[in-house]
Structures are given as C-alpha cells and as structure tokens.
C-alpha cells in the first residue's frame, strides 16, 4: 500500500513539523517536548484551558482542532498509539491560566492509563487542576446499558467543540466539565468500513475485507465490528446506520440534532454527500430538524475507506453550543 513518506519511524515527527510550518499562526510546538502542541494565540487570563489529544493517524484530528472556540493544546502519540504523559504534561502546564485544564479524549485503556497519570503530575508537581471527559459515543462497541464502556470515535468533534465553546464563552472548570459530558451523553456514532488502511511502518493492511465485503460498527483503529456482508448501496448503509442510532438514541418528532457524516480517510466526497442525502430525507420524513450539519473528514483512519454517522440530540444549550464560532486550521465556523 503506497505512501508519500521518508523514514517510516519518523513519520509523525516530520508531519507535526510540516504541520506547525504551514499554520503558525495557529498553533506552535513547543520546545520542551515536540509532540506538545499548543495555540500560538494569546488566551485570556482565567480560560479553563481545553486539551484534546491522542494517536496520530485520525488527521485532521487531533491537531487541526487547535484555536479559537476549539482546544487550546494538543498532545500527540504514535500511529494509533496514546502520547505519552511527558507531551500531555507540558501541555497542560503551557495552557493552564489558573482555573484548570479539562482534558477530552477517546474511551481507550493506553489512553486513559497516559492522561491519568499527567493530570496527577499536573496535581503533585504544578498545583494544577485537572478534570478527564471520555468520549463514548460508538454505539457498536458496547450494548446499550453500557454506555460508559464505548470507544470514542468521530462523536469527539462534537464533544471537544463543546467544551472549547464553553471555556472560550468564560464558563469555570465544573461548568465546562457539565457541557462536555452533556454533550458526550447526547451523541451517538455508527461506521461501515469498506477497505482497511496500512500503518507506515509496515505497509500491510490494518485488517482484511473481501472484495465485496463491507463491516459494519468497525472501530477507527481496526477493532472488530458487529456484522459483516456484502456492499450495500449508499442508502442502504445510511439506512442501517441511521436506525442503529435510533434505536440507542430514540428521537421523537420535533426533536433537533447536528448531523457528521464522516469519512474515514480515502472516501471522496461524493461518497459521503450520497450518505448525507439520505440522512436528510429520512429525518426530514421523521420531522426531525438538522440543526446544522458537518460533511467531510473530521476524525479519521489513515487512509481507511467508510465513513461514521454521528448525530448529536439538541437542546437549546447544546444548539448555542454548537453554533459558537470557531476558527482553527481544519475547522472554521463563523
């Protein structure tokens, strides 16, 4: 599987400098860990300080998130692979403005073992607070009943723009904290893998589908789905994805959401218009409103082909929430 690299062991660092040199009046790496990056804009004094982090290889996440209305720092791993806690610590310390740092990131045990330890060395070594909010918003990796068990996948733009628009709107930690698990509980995200992608290190696929195979609910890393078959047309699949949410989710006439169809990394836009198209019709003939909506890669998986559903259930809060502006390298919302 083809790819524009040098050294493959060096692959993340060259993409995160390429990265920086080509935004930095956005974000700047800093100089005591390479893989810590934060925005290059002043913050205002007394900003909770919004960290978001993870594995490299779901670009635009996590970086492309770093700005206003957004995250304030990003703390990067390896290809698929947590950062450790030294780039999550100097993060936390380099956007701390006194009232705290909330950190987001997906339901995964390297991930959750890495920050925990930052945010108690953030505690023990810099007297700074710090509060953790999983995203679990993959409805095929759990039951329903265990929601707090799910991996975090595409529904993590939702909940990190939520929590950047209540820290840049002055809210404190505990509020900040409320939002983001609020939103966290109201999103729901399920996928359809059409083809797998290859790490850089090895150049073999992440996992194996037959020509005319399609997986239903596999994990953005390649974790195992729920159900596998043959290609189904972009209406089918939209179909199968939209009632499994429902199903979790229920909504009732009347009711508004923010819809992302995601791709996952070698969709084209065409593809994922053809899915967005039949979302639309079947909320629109359930009466339910699409408050605003998102197309395109957001989080994805090296060059995996699929795309995710997420729907995130609104209410008042969570539509100003979601409406907040928003300027970063990868997402603008005015």
Do not use: W
Request: charged share 25%; net charge negative.
């Amino acid at each position: 599987m083809k790819k524009l690299i040098n050294n493959p062991q060096h692959v993340v660092d060259e993409m995160i400098e390429g990265y920086v040199k080509a935004y930095p009046e956005y974000i700047k790496q800093r100089n005591e860990n390479k893989r810590s990056l934060v925005t290059s804009r002043q913050t205002p004094d007394n900003k909770v300080g919004v960290l978001i982090g993870g594995g490299s290889g779901h670009e635009p996440a996590f970086m492309g998130y770093i700005g206003d209305g957004f995250a304030d720092g990003v703390a990067v791993g390896n290809i698929f692979a947590s950062p450790p806690p030294d780039p999550i610590l100097e993060t936390t310390k380099a956007i701390d403005k006194g009232t705290g740092v909330i950190y987001l990131y997906g339901n995964y045990a390297g991930d959750i073992m890495n920050f925990d330890m930052a945010a108690e060395l953030a505690d023990l070594e810099e007297d700074i607070r710090v509060e953790t909010v999983l995203v679990t918003d993959d409805v095929a990796s759990v039951a329903k009943g265990g929601e707090d068990q799910r991996r975090g996948i595409a529904g993590g733009f939702f909940v990190f723009k939520a929590a950047g628009a209540a820290a840049a709107k002055g809210l404190p930690l505990s509020e900040v904290v409320r939002i983001a698990k609020k939103a966290n509980s109201h999103t729901r995200t399920m996928g359809v893998a059409l083809s797998p992608c290859s790490l850089p290190q090895t150049g073999e696929p992440s996992f194996e589908l037959g020509e005319s195979e399609m997986e239903i609910g596999l994990g953005i890393h390649g974790e195992p789905g729920v159900e596998r078959g043959k290609v189904q047309t972009a209406n089918d699949v939209a179909d199968r994805l939209l009632k499994d949410i429902l199903h979790d989710m229920p909504l009732e006439q009347g009711e508004r959401v923010a819809v992302l169809v995601n791709g996952l990394g070698s969709t084209s836009r065409m593809e994922l218009y053809l899915m967005f198209r039949r979302i639309e019709q079947q909320l629109n003939q359930k009466q339910i409103t699409i408050h605003r909506s998102y197309v395109g890669d957001y989080i994805t998986s090296l060059e995996m082909g699929g795309c995710s559903l997420t729907l995130m259930k609104l209410d008042d809060e969570l539509a100003d929430i979601v409406d907040y502006p928003a300027d970063c390298p990868m997402f603008v919302q005015k």
